[in-house]
């Protein structure tokens, strides 16, 4: 009687891993895909995502119902997001039957320069202040999505956001907590302008979950840029007041340099895993470290490799150990360095080494070639097109420089340059920084399948290559793919100039089972835990045989896909 009691124990401990029973599905997805016919939005916050879906039902298309909502996510989750930061996107248009990638992000000041860190004795730039501070590219890449994309007049497309800045909104529970950490940590540092954008004009306290959240400062730049196009921020009043400022508080941005700022339209790259194309931008970001994870993990006969497993998750850090130290040493803006693209996704260097992986946890060097926080969402339209597109600040809210009365805080994405003179990203005036910040896609047959993006610094790489993995390699839906428990690595060489010293830490969600990390230990990994470092995942699936969209938006954050 005592082992059927202890048996039942034992059943209920291993289920209380996860938080429901499903009839249907993995134990662990917290709900069914999403469907819809005629269009999906999928964000990571409720009020945005209906903002998307009505654009579309009012005749909007995918570009214009991704920008409103974008702009939405600025005014509700300013603690990741916002025009004070840069955006990356991949559009695919059915008009042409391909795809499009942008790259809307921002340069360093033209009057800073790699000897000014050097006379101030610094190694690394500040994470915040406004020496981190690089062009917030977000605004231009808007445009530059409306312009050849999009449908509605923009002065339409910013009404919901400029009337939820105006009105308010509540706050949902995660954003709240970001926020009454986020705003005191800034106010701490003795930045100006914190508590009037984020108190004053909320009746002087910061709304707690539940409570109206407002910004009308951010609802006149809104109005202001949809009446005067980009060029009322990069070069009207608005770029006036951010240079200004910036100089004030003994930084280098610029009027002239938003004026000078450009967006640049790119070829995505891909690489094809198991007969799926999978899609990302080339550098300044990150997006092909994913695409290298998938060319040597393509080498091993999943089918035969449970999910979760040890086996699985060693083959996989090996994989990202090998990946990141390639994205340390070559990875940069290619406008001043020769980024080797080719020949890292080749299926030889991938071959090459995939050679280097044992048995047990190892350390590795960059191929030999010759040559806090973030918002992503994804929406698809009726006549086809879908768009992916991800948008940061950086860390967190940025670098805690608020410009006064514009309603947002300036990126700190400056931070991510290297200050070792002669590598690839070392910091040079008008240069992009290196680049957390990934939109991916997957096509099949030349058609499109899955536009989908996983938030959260350097864990994307990884994000995007467990859930090409899940979907692909585990048969898992469009839901349970981004609801699987996750792991990420750390440690290693950066794009920073940190270097490689040991084998790093596997940190793992509490859905990884125990038998996996004792068996990674065994195999030399250390093994640590987090939270709130796994990302935040948005897709959309396209049935192309019943002509349906599958939606999906996962429960680490706020967010909603929907669809009619």
């Known amino acids: 009687m005592k082992l059927k009691i202890y048996g039942v124990l034992l059943i209920l401990c291993i289920q209380g891993v996860f938080a429901q029973d499903r009839i249907t599905g993995e134990a662990f997805a917290t709900r069914s895909v999403v469907l819809g016919q005629n269009g999906m939005v999928a964000t990571s916050h409720p009020l945005a995502t209906q903002i998307g ?6 005749g909007g298309n995918a570009i214009d119902a991704a920008i409103a909502a974008n702009a939405a996510l600025g005014l ?8 004070g930061g840069d955006l990356f996107a991949i559009v695919w248009d059915p008009k042409t039957q391909k795809l499009y990638g942008l790259n809307a992000s921002g340069r360093s000041p033209m009057d800073l320069s790699l000897e000014y860190f050097k006379q101030n004795d610094m190694s690394k730039i500040p994470s915040h202040g406004p020496l981190p501070v690089s062009v917030p590219g977000a605004v231009d890449g808007w445009f530059e999505l409306h312009n050849r994309f999009g449908s509605k007049p923009m002065t339409d497309i910013l009404a919901p956001a400029i009337s939820y800045a105006e009105k308010g909104f509540p706050l949902t529970e995660l954003i709240a907590w970001y926020l009454q950490r986020s705003v005191p940590f800034y106010e701490s540092k003795g930045f100006p302008n914190i508590a009037d954008t984020y108190k004053v004009q909320n009746g002087g306290q910061l709304p707690m979950e539940g409570q109206i959240y407002k ?6 730049t809104y109005r202001k840029i949809a009446a005067g196009g980009r060029d009322a921020f990069y070069k009207g009043e ?16 610029s009027a002239e340099d938003l004026a000078a700022h450009k967006s640049e339209w790119v070829e995505p790259v891909s690489v094809n895993y198991r007969g799926y194309d999978v899609w990302e931008l080339p550098p300044n970001g990150q997006g092909i470290a994913a695409l290298q994870m998938l060319q040597i993990l393509e080498g091993y006969d999943f089918s035969q490799i449970e999910f979760g497993s040890e086996e699985h998750l060693h083959l ?23 980024v080797p693209v080719e020949q890292l996704l080749s299926d030889a260097y991938a071959e090459e080494r995939r050679a280097q992986i044992g048995q047990r946890a190892g350390t590795y060097n960059a191929g030999e070639i010759s040559a806090g926080e ?9 006549d086809g097109t879908m768009i992916s597109l991800i948008q940061s600040n950086y860390r967190g809210m940025g670098s805690g420089m608020v410009p006064p009365k514009l309603g947002f805080m300036l990126q700190d994405r400056g931070e991510l340059f290297s200050l070792v003179p002669g ?5 040079e005036p008008g240069k992009r920084p290196f680049h957390t910040i990934i939109p991916a896609f997957i096509t099949k047959d030349g058609k499109p399948y899955v536009s989908f993006g996983v938030m959260g610094g350097d864990f994307q790489p990884m994000g995007h290559t467990q859930i090409v993995m899940n979907l692909i390699d585990f048969g898992m839906n469009i839901q349970e793919a981004g609801d699987a428990p996750r792991w990420d690595h750390t440690g290693g060489a950066s794009p920073m100039g940190a270097t490689t010293t040991n084998t790093g830490t596997i940190r793992t969600e509490s859905g990884i089972p125990y038998s996996t990390i004792r068996g990674l230990m065994d195999r030399g ?13 948005q897709a959309i699936l396209w049935d192309d045989e019943n002509k349906v969209y599958h939606g999906a938006s996962e429960s680490r954050k706020d967010g909603q896909a929907a669809g009619y």
Do not use: S
């Not at 340390?328 to 020769?338: E, G, I, L, T, V």
């Not at 973030?374 to 009726?382: E, H």
């Open 53 to 58: 879906l009505q654009i579309l039902k009012d």
């Open 525 to 537: 990994h250390r093994i640590g835990a987090a939270r709130g470092v796994y990302g935040g995942y």
């Open 423 to 427: 590598q690839a990203n070392t910091f």
């Open 215 to 220: 910004n009308p400062y951010l609802a006149e």
């Open 76 to 83: 509700m989750e300013p603690t990741g997001c916002g025009v």
């Open 316 to 338: 996989f850090t090996e994989a990202k150990k090998l990946a990141f130290e390639d994205r340390a040493k070559y990875y940069a803006d290619m406008d001043f360095f020769d």
């Open 374 to 382: 973030t918002i992503y969402m994804t929406v698809a339209d009726k």
């Open 238 to 253: 608005i770029a006036q007041v951010i240079g200004e400022f910036i100089q004030q508080q003994g930084g280098f941005l």
